[in-house]
């Protein structure tokens, strides 16, 4: 894309931003379209890896926190299409975050810097977590869901759980959502804070807490998930996951009661089978021994998802492969177990003797 025509983009969303959010236009104080239109112009605008980020730099230099705040968006965006440009932004994002007084710009650069996949994200974050400004503290909430640490103990964990406790309640929920359904770790604290907030006023909060104790297989959630089930206004679909997750029959009277054609209501009803649950223990069983008879050299190997309810079949990484999913597999094979040890035989290629360079297709 040509130079003039990146920075023309830019210049049409900077416009679109300031008749979005200006405040000297009572009758439409949430413009709706050119919400759009910004957020269109930018992520046309970022697809140039090399035009956008120079310009997404120059922007949150400016004085003018609409044109900083544009700028954050626009190396957002830019992050998001292009790896190449996420450690220069990362620097530049922290560089701001050190000097960045505005609300709404520290609001976007909080999902900027999230969008860099950058380590150094999560200290910015961390520190904008005391930020006075509740929106702030949402988005920052939002936000570390790509930059987590994975170490149940580390300052993103921490902060998400101080978060959980913040008087402003979308806080809460997001807060909550990142901890419980976003943050693959688990310690006593986290359960512990989620289970605080299986009592919270807030309602989505509550629920978020519920579906958070479920990923972890924690007991406690399994009466406050059936609740949630059979709500006569209906369940959300995340919430059929954490009753595909936990899979205790306890949830079964309520789950025929929603459309059976939708896949997430049939998948939690299979998960919280007994019956079928053990079958599917055995069909799983049958397919690895088999596959050990006939492909040793795959040194094939069963697994389950620690915060999910997917049954995966891995091999030797050497193989190329990534594994498979069990139930996909078995479906594949119509059921038959030995069929389906017979396909992935057939899938991946045989090793060669020791002095080949690596696997070959025969």
């Known amino acids: 894309m040509e130079t003039d025509s990146v920075s023309k983009l830019v210049t049409q969303a900077v416009a679109a931003l ?27 605008a970022a697809a140039d890896g090399a035009g956008a980020p120079p310009l997404g730099l120059e922007l949150i230099g ?12 626009l190396l957002c965006d830019t992050s998001t299409q292009h790896e190449a440009a996420r450690a220069g932004t990362a620097t530049a994002l922290v560089a701001l975050a050190q000097r960045e007084t505005e609300a709404r710009v520290l609001r976007t650069l909080a999902r900027a810097i999230e969008k860099t996949y950058d380590p150094r994200a999560v200290p910015v974050l961390v520190t904008l977590a005391g930020h006075p400004d509740a929106e702030v503290r949402e988005s920052v909430a939002r936000s570390f869901a790509e930059v987590l640490t994975g170490l149940p103990d580390g300052p993103d964990i921490h902060t998400l759980i101080g978060l959980t406790r913040d008087p402003d309640p979308h806080v809460r929920d997001w807060a909550t959502f990142t901890l419980g359904v976003q943050a ?6 986290i359960r512990a804070a989620l289970w605080e907030r299986t009592a919270d006023e807030h309602a989505e ?3 978020e807490a519920v579906r958070g104790l479920a990923c972890r297989h924690d007991p406690r959630a399994v009466p406050l998930l059936v609740e949630l089930v059979g709500n006569p206004e209906g369940a959300h679909v995340l ?32 998960a919280c089978n007994p019956a079928r649950r053990a079958r599917l223990d055995a069909w799983a069983w049958e397919l690895v021994a088999t596959l050990h008879r006939l492909r040793p050299d795959l040194d094939a190997a069963v697994s389950m998802e620690r915060f999910g309810w997917g049954r995966s079949l891995g091999v030797d990484a ?17 059921g038959d177990p030995t069929r389906a040890a017979e396909l992935v035989a057939t899938d991946l290629p045989t090793t060669l003797p020791d002095s080949a360079p690596g696997p070959q297709p025969q």
């Open 318 to 334: 050497a193989f190329g492969s990534s594994g498979y999913d069990i139930e996909a597999l078995l479906t594949r094979a119509d």
């Open 18 to 44: 300031r008749a979005a959010t200006d405040p000297d236009d009572p009758s439409d104080p949430d413009d709706r379209d050119a919400w759009h239109d910004y957020a269109s112009l930018l992520w046309q």
């Open 205 to 207: 909060t509550r629920t």
């Open 184 to 189: 693959e770790v688990d310690s006593p604290a």
């Open 239 to 270: 919430t059929f996951s954490a009753a595909q997750t936990t899979g205790v029959p306890e949830q079964l009277p309520a789950l025929p009661e929603y459309e059976p054609g939708d896949d997430w209501v049939t998948d939690a009803v299979n």
């Open 62 to 73: 400016s004085a003018d926190p609409v044109e900083r705040e544009a700028g954050c968006s």
